[in-house]
């Protein structure tokens, strides 16, 4: 059975940091892209950062471009967010997908697989 597991979420001060880990198991990996996705109280998910196999990045540049790093590391099927400089408005349910087409990770957030799902509370 393939699971993605987030871990990592919490409650934070604005300007504090966290870092979120998705570890992924049940099946090979290899060359799949992994992303992190957010859906805020009352929104829409939107999609926050994508990294392919090779570590190539790509992020939501109007909203975390510069605060949130994505990383991954192969060898253990973990992909991480790490996030600073947090805002209240990045309060939300943060999600971890994989997918083996980068594509539609970043232009639809579409998935093979999802995971659970992390809270991330930043207070003001």
């Known amino acids: 059975q393939v699971q993605l597991v987030e871990s990592g979420g919490g409650l934070v001060q604005a300007g504090g940091s966290l870092r979120l880990s998705c570890t992924a198991s049940?099946?090979?990996?290899?060359?799949?892209?992994m992303a992190w996705f957010r859906r805020p109280p009352g929104k829409e998910r939107e999609f926050v950062a994508a990294i392919k196999w090779s570590g190539e990045t790509t992020y939501n540049t109007d909203s975390v471009k510069g605060r949130f790093f994505i990383s991954r590391d192969n060898a253990k099927n973990t992909a991480f967010l790490q996030m600073s400089s947090l805002k209240p408005e990045d309060t939300a349910v943060y999600y971890c997908?994989?997918?083996?087409?980068?594509?539609?990770?970043?232009?639809?957030?579409?998935?093979?697989?999802w995971g659970q799902g992390t809270q991330v509370t930043v207070s003001s």
């Open positions: 997908a994989a997918d083996n087409a980068f594509v539609r990770l970043t232009h639809g957030g579409r998935a093979d697989y």
């Open positions: 049940g099946r090979t990996f290899d060359n799949y892209a």
